[in-house]
């Protein structure tokens, strides 16, 4: 009897590995695509994104030529991003935007693309609190992207504005980023390193609240470097632009080239 049990029970596993597991069922068999549609909606209200991101899929697959097909993929890219999955949120609306580029919504797909990468921070970030400006700016740079994209392609779109002030934050964060890598070179002597962060801080985002320190480490980094002239320049255009500017006080510290002791004034 015994080994009638075990032979059985060989049976079905043997069984198992040939067809496979069960089929799972199909609960949208027959369904229209509207009421696909509908359902995937009702999972978003109700936060439930991986089986909306289902039903949405399913919708594509089997009416994909249909007046929903199109708002499905875009509910797809969201329901990534709520889910908190840039990269797959970053390729379902790139996916939209290639298939669907004079598409009504089409704006909202390059306000989703920065969105997803804006928000990209996750739980190791949030439970060490790491500064955005001490990120990769990779990222950073390519939601800032996204958001340009957007203003200029669509000036008028009602996510324009909010995309505006996105980019100037990113802008603000990018330049910080930049004045982060300056200070780790001159606290290292690699002032002609320094030097090149500040001239690109100067460049990129002359409209960020770092160029006054980026011209504060610039003049530093030439005193540093004997280079006198430029150093000159420098400073003129400093008293220039930033009148009240901590260096230029009367009790401001008389060593010009020990420009840290500047930058905790600053702020």
Same mark, same amino acid.
């Given at each position: ?5 075990? %032979? ?10 040939? /067809? ?7 609960d !949208?068999?027959?369904?229209? &695509? ?5 359902e995937g909606? &009702?999972?978003m209200a109700?936060?439930?994104? #991986? ?9 594509e ?6 007046? %929903? ?6 509910? !797809?890219?969201?329901?990534y991003?709520?889910?908190? #999955? ?8 790139d996916r /939209?935007i290639?298939?669907h580029?004079n ?7 390059y ?14 970030? @949030?439970?060490?609190?790491?500064e ?9 740079? =390519?939601? %800032?992207?996204?958001f340009k #994209? ?9 996510y324009?504005? =909010?995309s505006?002030?996105r ?11 930049e004045?982060?890598?300056?200070r780790y070179?001159m606290?290292?002597q690699?002032?002609? *390193? &320094?030097?090149?962060?500040t001239?690109?801080?100067l460049?990129y ?20 470097? #004997?280079?006198?002239?430029? @150093? =000159? ?6 008293? !220039?632009?930033?009148?009240?500017s901590?260096?230029l006080?009367?009790? *401001? ?8 002791? /500047?930058?905790?004034s600053?702020?």
């Amino acid at each position: 009897m015994k080994y009638i049990l075990i %032979f059985t029970f060989t049976l079905l596993l043997n069984a198992c590995v040939i /067809f496979g597991d069960p089929t799972e069922l199909d609960d !949208t068999k027959g369904w229209s &695509a509207e009421r696909i549609y509908q359902e995937g909606a &009702a999972k978003m209200a109700d936060k439930d994104y #991986e089986k909306a991101i289902v039903y949405f899929q399913k919708l594509e697959s089997r009416y994909p030529h249909g007046r %929903f097909a199109a708002q499905a993929q875009l509910e !797809t890219a969201y329901a990534y991003y709520k889910k908190q #999955e840039p990269i797959l949120a970053l390729a379902a609306a790139d996916r /939209f935007i290639k298939l669907h580029p004079n598409h009504p919504n089409v704006d909202y797909a390059y306000y989703l693309k920065g969105l997803a990468v804006f928000n990209e921070r996750g739980i190791m970030e @949030k439970l060490s609190k790491q500064e955005i400006s001490d990120r990769d700016p990779r990222a950073l740079k =390519d939601s %800032f992207a996204s958001f340009k #994209e957007l203003v200029i392609k669509f000036p008028k779109s009602r996510y324009a504005k =909010d995309s505006t002030q996105r980019m100037q934050y990113l802008a603000n964060s990018l330049s910080e980023h930049e004045l982060h890598v300056a200070r780790y070179y001159m606290k290292r002597q690699a002032y002609l *390193a &320094a030097l090149n962060r500040t001239k690109y801080v100067l460049e990129y985002y002359p409209q960020s609240p770092s160029v006054e320190e980026a011209l504060v480490i610039m003049i530093s980094a030439y005193d540093f470097m #004997e280079m006198t002239d430029l @150093k =000159d320049d420098t400073m003129r255009i400093l008293k !220039t632009n930033y009148p009240d500017s901590i260096m230029l006080r009367k009790n *401001a510290p008389q060593d010009e080239r020990v420009w840290w002791k /500047f930058w905790d004034s600053m702020y």
